[in-house]
């Protein structure tokens, strides 16, 4: 299954210019536009990501945003699944075109998350993310479950604050060679111990950014492609080799000890997706992986469970730079939901953009990966109680 096209718009803290269905609009004529499509007339269906009604202020929203992209009289479907929310539209798609639906299906999302609301309402939204009866009445602010996971990592392999300190000032700082990205910065781990605390040991500079903004992307079969996009052999073709999606129970507290400062559901999709696309190491095949880093600490917990290093050695591959630009597999050039920041129903989406367009070399030399020719995407929702993995890879 080819990626025919794929755009973007800026990840902002707040776009007082242009509402959801503006800023989705531009990444979805930008995705066609890089299929070498005038219209979207041509495309059989379409997936519509987004997470929170209550950000977007619109009930029915993919049904808005199928007319604002030009797919009126197209079947639409809506996709929610928290922060998995836009890979999980990818999944959809490919699915679809699977199945035989549809020979080419476009993937828009967007989210109003920056300031659309005050910060009360923005955090008591988020809290909803946990199981609303049992947990959220507990934790109350959704940074507390992310800091029982990673304490328990700290007093089982002896990972340190520090450590994934690490993490936060590399993708801040990959965030600054990325034009769309929201917020990158120059900073040291020590900036980042002494930032404001959130949930003991996460301090505010470990914790992703809320954005406004959008991106898509079009999926289609190979004679799909060659039929209507001009540009499909103009440049080299990308495809999806393989796509997981599993669930873990969302109460921590009905995890396993084994399992608890691990993302179990990770671990599953990780697998299946490695499968279907032939992976069996990842560290030596893959070359570029966008992860999800809603807080530093889970980047470094998905490095063991997406497989990029052994269990228990995520905090010493952060200090060792294995993950950076120069690292072994280079993970989150884009700056991530620390330095690009997540506009939630986009988010998995746009760490597609960026590992397709790594794939093809068109990004800026300042962060291509050179000879990249496999690359992961990988979000989740709650805390970890739902996970998408998408392998994409450079074909011909």
Not at 50 to 73: A, C, I, K, P, W
Not at 130 to 153: K, Q, R, S
Not at 203 to 227: C, H, K
Not at 275 to 301: M, T
């Amino acid at each position: 299954m080819l990626v025919a096209g794929v755009g973007m718009t800026s990840f902002v803290g707040f776009r007082n210019d242009a509402s959801v269905r503006d800023m989705v609009a531009d990444a979805a004529r930008a995705a066609l536009l890089d299929a070498g499509l005038r219209t979207p007339s041509p495309v059989d269906m379409g997936v519509a990501a987004y997470e929170s009604d209550h950000f977007n202020r619109q009930m029915s929203l993919g049904q808005v945003l199928s007319d604002t992209v030009g797919l009126t009289g197209k079947p639409v479907m809506r996709v929610e699944g928290g922060g998995a929310t836009g890979a999980l539209a990818i999944r959809t798609a490919l699915m679809a075109i699977r199945s035989g639906e549809a020979r080419s299906v476009l993937v828009f999302g967007g989210e109003t998350n920056g300031r659309s609301v005050d910060r009360a309402t923005a955090i008591e939204i988020l809290s909803l993310s946990a199981d609303f009866e049992w947990e959220t009445p507990v934790f109350g602010a959704f940074a507390a479950p992310y800091a029982l996971m990673i304490t328990e990592h700290m007093r089982r392999y002896g990972t340190t604050e520090g450590q994934f300190a690490e993490i936060a000032v590399k993708n801040r700082r990959m965030a600054l060679d990325n034009p769309l990205a929201h917020r990158g910065m120059s900073i040291t781990v020590e900036d980042v111990r002494s930032s404001a605390p959130l949930s003991d040991p996460y301090r505010l500079f470990d914790a992703s950014l809320l954005s406004d903004g959008a991106a898509a992307a079009l999926l289609a079969t190979e004679d799909w492609a060659e039929e209507h996009s001009p540009t499909f052999a103009e440049r080299p073709p990308v495809a999806v080799l393989g796509s997981g999606s599993a669930t873990d129970r969302p109460r921590l507290s009905d995890r396993t000890d084994e399992m608890f400062p691990h993302f179990a559901a990770k671990r599953r999709a990780a697998a299946h997706a490695y499968r279907e696309a032939g992976i069996d190491n990842p560290p030596d095949q893959i070359d570029v992986a966008e992860v999800y880093d809603s807080f530093s600490g889970a980047e470094l917990q998905a490095y063991e469970d997406l497989g990029l290093c052994p269990v228990g050695q995520g905090g010493q591959a952060a200090l060792e730079g294995r993950f950076d630009r120069e690292g072994q597999v280079v993970v989150n050039p884009s700056g991530g939901l620390m330095g690009r920041g997540s506009a939630v129903g986009a988010t998995g989406i746009a760490q597609a953009v960026e590992v397709v367009s790594q794939l093809r070399g068109e990004v800026a030399p300042a962060r291509q990966v050179p000879g990249a020719r496999i690359g992961m995407t990988d979000t989740h929702a709650g805390v970890g109680s739902l996970s998408v993995v998408n392998v994409f890879g450079r074909v011909g």
